[in-house]
């Protein structure tokens, strides 16, 4: 898929460098539970790419168009911990440092949610992030989204800093 500015595909061998780099900067990880190993990073990578296989879309690695750089990823998740709104089907960013400000979250968001709303065929989709995380919310406000609940997400300890999240939600028009 594409927009004006990104390239959204499927994760190939080069990203997984550039993409464990960026899960280890302590910026861009300040609002999850803390960075991860390459090795954690690529088994991420693994993962999502199974999540394709399983489900035909996921989380597509972004890059820019004009450069070919590799700056993050957007797309859908089926999520499934125990939580009374699940399951469902969040859309999530994550974006290197550098791509930060430049409005390719927002962009690739909007992709991924024409995407979940006529080829997916979803009704409606949810968004969530740590509470103090005002950069996602904005970018969930800015796609629509409405501000639902307030949260502790059941897969961190409760001494976590990042404990509690906030839910958001877009039904298809």
């Not at 390239?7 to 899960?23: Q, S, T």
């Not at 991860?36 to 996921?58: C, I, K, N, P, Y």
């Not at 992709?111 to 997916?120: G, L, N, P, S």
Request: glycine share 8%; hydrophobic share 40%; net charge negative.
């Amino acid at each position: 898929m594409e927009t004006e500015r990104l390239i959204m595909r499927r994760w190939r061998e080069e990203d997984r460098e550039p993409f464990a780099a960026m899960n280890a900067d302590l910026e861009v990880t300040e609002h999850l539970p803390g960075t991860l190993t390459r090795e954690q990073s690529d088994a991420m990578v693994d993962r999502m790419e199974r999540d394709f296989d399983r489900h035909g879309h996921g989380l597509w690695a972004l890059e820019v168009r004009d450069s070919g750089q590799f700056i993050g990823f957007t797309g859908l998740a089926l999520q499934t911990f125990d939580a009374p709104f699940l399951p469902a089907w969040e859309i999530g960013w994550g974006l290197a440092r550098p791509a930060w400000g430049h409005g390719y979250a927002t962009e690739a968001a909007r992709k991924a949610i024409e995407y979940a709303f006529t080829e997916a065929g979803l009704d409606e989709i949810i968004s969530m992030t740590a509470e103090g995380n005002l950069r996602s919310r904005a970018v969930m406000e800015r796609l629509g989204m409405t501000y639902e609940a307030d949260f502790d997400h059941p897969r961190l300890p409760p001494d976590s800093p990042v404990l509690r999240h906030v839910l958001y939600r877009l039904k298809s028009s």
